[in-house]
């Protein structure tokens, strides 16, 4: 006897489906807001040290999931996972974040040797997780946007401005070209590798692409993105992506149009009114909650929430974060979130 899949809400949004409840997940659902979490990360070590542990890493993704019942898992891992494959060193200062070395000049970058091979364990990660999920709930990979990944290769570690990736753009954009190349190629293998794996969608993380003026964007966060969707296609034609170009502001029409994502994350500084009227009309599009609204709670949270289902009322709609959650947020304002979005009718 054939037996009939189980309906996956927020797969069917993305394939264009809209629902009466929208489907919900947070960016940064597995992390540093949990107790279960901080317990494990405790025992086992630095973020590193998880994230390369399969069967750690599978555990940290399973616990929002647990707790919250999201309609999405989202993979435990880092985008830096990928310049650490490209050959670069990667590890975390306390307190300060990832560091990468070497810095990428034209020297650096043909010295360094591809060791794609330091992804397996997030493959491991993959089939782990895919074996224990709840078959309702959608299992989403994630890769960094070449634009993002590039300026961390090149700054060694985060900046605020993204000033040396831009000064590199402008000044040698061979060498940019010949660094995004790489990424590009390397990360729709990983993409490809981990829908192979199990994943059900992906997303591609653009965080610092809101730094760029209109036609390095066009050069630097759309071509790249657009490629990277056409090859993954390509492989896996019924997988869908999402595109996260945090910062992208009006340029993110553009983006919709041009990249052939499936769906468009929007970043909380998008009027979610706005952002209805100008993109593609059945198009469909993913947030966009103030993290520090959740934070604050109360009525405060539910007005937010409110406004951003009233605004997608009549799109398929994945309700989440602008932006990742924040180390401080409630749990009961989670919980409350989850409430109230999931009281909502059509």
């Known amino acids: 006897m054939t037996q009939i899949p189980t309906p996956k809400p927020l797969l069917e949004t993305l394939r264009g489906t809209r629902q009466a409840i929208p489907p919900l997940w947070l960016m940064r659902q597995a992390g540093r807001y949990l107790p279960e979490y901080r317990t494990l990360r405790a025992e086992k070590g630095g973020f590193l040290d998880l994230v390369n542990d399969s069967e750690a890493a599978a555990e940290v993704t399973l616990q929002p999931l647990r707790r919250f019942g999201f309609d999405g898992s989202i993979l435990f891992s880092d985008i830096l996972v ?35 091979e330091r992804l397996e364990p997030v493959y491991g990660t993959v089939r782990r997780v895919k074996a224990a999920l709840d078959p309702a709930v959608t299992f989403l990979g994630f890769a960094g946007a070449p634009w993002t990944v590039a300026t961390y290769m090149i700054a060694g570690q985060g900046s605020r401005e993204q000033a040396e990736a831009r000064r590199l753009a402008y000044l040698d954009p061979e060498l940019m070209t010949a660094l995004v190349e790489r990424i590009i190629a390397l990360t729709t293998d990983y993409l490809c590798a981990q829908i192979e794996a199990g994943v059900d969608a992906v997303q591609l993380f653009d965080s610092w692409a809101g730094s760029l003026s209109p036609e390095q964007f066009e050069r630097w966060v759309i071509a790249p993105t657009t490629r990277i969707v056409e090859a993954v296609k390509a492989r896996h034609p019924d997988t869908p992506i999402i595109g996260f170009p945090k910062g992208a502001g009006g340029k993110l029409v553009a983006y919709a149009e041009a990249t052939g994502v499936d769906a468009v994350g929007l970043d909380e500084t998008v009027d979610p009114v706005w952002a209805n009227a100008a993109l593609p009309r059945d198009l469909p599009v993913q947030g966009n909650l103030d993290p520090l609204a959740l934070i604050a709670g109360g009525e405060t949270l539910d007005r937010a929430v409110d406004r951003i289902l009233a605004a997608f009322a009549d799109r398929p709609h994945i309700f989440n974060l602008g932006h990742g959650i924040q180390q401080d947020t409630p749990i009961a304002h989670v919980e409350q979130l989850v409430a109230r979005v999931r009281r909502s009718q059509a």
């Open 82 to 116: 990928v310049p650490n494959a490209l050959g670069q060193d990667l590890w975390f200062e306390t307190g300060e974040g990832p560091r990468l070395a070497p810095r990428i000049d034209r020297a650096t970058l043909s010295s360094l040797q591809p060791a794609p």
